[in-house]
Nanobody, 115 residues
């Protein structure tokens, strides 16, 4: 069964760092666009970072540029989201998404940034 599973969420103080991971099962991520989205309470899900299956520079939301980095390890079927200089407004449920023919979503992992 095709699926992606996120991990690495948690609680951190402002200015701290977290690294999220997303592991794929039953497919090779090298053939998929891979992305991280997030959803804050009462708001729509938004794109945070995108890694294209064709390569090239990743794309980031303006709000996370210079702080977050998406990377992929095709051999491990895993993508990562390194989040530095976290802010309270980064608090959200973070979702991994794999897309080739149709989007495949993970269950999400909670990130809370609070002092």
């Amino acid at each position: 069964q095709l699926q992606v599973v996120e991990s690495g969420g948690g609680s951190v103080q402002p200015g701290g760092s977290l690294r999220l991971a997303c592991v794929a099962s039953a497919f090779a991520i090298s053939s998929y666009d891979m992305a991280w989205y997030r959803q804050c309470p009462g708001k729509e899900r938004e794109l945070v970072a995108l890694s294209s299956r064709f390569g090239g520079a990743p794309k980031y939301a303006d709000s996370v540029k210079g702080r977050f980095t998406i990377s992929r390890d095709n051999a491990k079927k895993t993508i990562y989201l390194q989040m530095n200089s976290l802010k309270p407004e980064d608090t959200a449920v973070y979702y991994c998404m794999a897309d080739r023919f149709h989007p495949l979503w993970g269950q999400g992992t909670q990130v809370t940034v609070s002092s």
